[in-house]
């Protein structure tokens, strides 16, 4: 196994983004601001990153920000999220007032920030498009869900790929109770000698409560035998860095044997590969 474990900093560094949001319609005074932004917008001679830079700086109370945000599909929350990642501050008005160029730059690098307003800002729109902005809850929680597959799928891949038995989303029988988690190997229940959760999160809530708290009980009630491991990425985590930091005590006082990121995959299955090995685990 890896004797070498990042430092917190490091581990924070390596999250990636992997949900986009989109905001639906909203009527009260925050859309008259929108509203009334979106005017000068379409009223700007050209738009350029300079253009956009002075535009952004000269709205009131950071409103820009979550403007040019919306332009490319992002609700507030995950905006902040991206900024937290990006930029490393979520706040709207700090990045207005100290950096505008830098949060232009950031967000066509990132988003095509000024092709996207370009080819919306003239644009006609009908009642069906009205619907679909605010249908954007429900394409949010499509893709949430895309995303924490996206974890799963790839560690299944890993196993596979080891050519080692294994279940998912399953419970394992632990020293004295049984816990959850995403994948179990070489099967559920009494069976399990090495089990897996996969949690990945662009947005915070308490589906990030909930998932520190089932590895808290996956390392509660392991035993001695069992390997556990944790498959953790999504920018949102940075909104909770102490829930992630939970985690990673786990991973730091061996109460947990791995906690991996998608930029870390490679050494997941070089670990699940070496946990497999010394427990004589048979191929599938």
């Keep these: 196994m890896p ?7 490091e581990y924070v560094a390596s999250l990636g983004a992997l949900t986009s949001h989109v905001d639906p319609t909203l009527e009260n005074e925050e859309g008259r601001l929108i509203k009334a932004a979106a005017e000068e917008l379409a009223a700007l001679e050209s738009i350029t990153r300079e253009s956009l ?10 409103t820009g920000v979550g403007v040019l945000g919306l332009v490319v599909g992002l609700s507030q929350e995950a ?6 990642h990006g930029l490393g501050s979520a706040a709207f008005p700090k990045a207005a007032r100290e950096n505008p160029s830098g949060l232009v730059d950031y967000m066509d690098a990132e988003y095509s920030l000024l092709s996207l307003l370009e080819s919306q800002r003239g644009r006609q729109y009908d009642f069906g498009d009205v619907l679909v902005a605010r249908a954007g809850t429900r394409a949010l929680a499509t ?12 560690i299944e891949e890993i196993a596979k790929s080891l050519g080692l038995p294994y279940q998912t989303r399953c419970r394992f029988e632990g020293r004295t109770a049984s816990a959850p988690c995403d994948l179990a190997l070489p099967a559920g229940d009494s069976a399990a000698q090495i089990v897996v959760a ?9 589906k990030l409560t909930d998932a520190v708290r089932e590895i808290e009980e996956m390392a509660l009630v392991r035993k001695p035998t069992q390997f556990v491991f944790a498959v ?16 990673y005590n786990l991973w730091s006082s061996g109460q947990i044997n791995g906690m991996y990121t998608l930029a870390s995959l490679g050494q997941f299955q070089d670990d699940l590969a070496e946990a497999a090995a010394i427990l004589r685990m048979a191929p599938a």
């Design 198 to 206: 996969a949690k990945s999160f662009g947005s915070t809530g308490s």
């Design 143 to 154: 893709r949430a869900g895309q995303a924490g597959r996206q974890l799963e799928d790839e």
């Design 3 to 9: 004797t070498a474990i990042p430092s917190f900093e």
């Design 232 to 247: 953790i990425d999504g920018i949102g985590w940075k909104g909770r860095i102490n829930d992630l930091r939970r985690i």
């Design 79 to 84: 905006l902040r999220n991206s900024l937290r």
């Design 53 to 62: 830079a002075t535009w952004v700086a000269e709205q009131p109370r950071g």
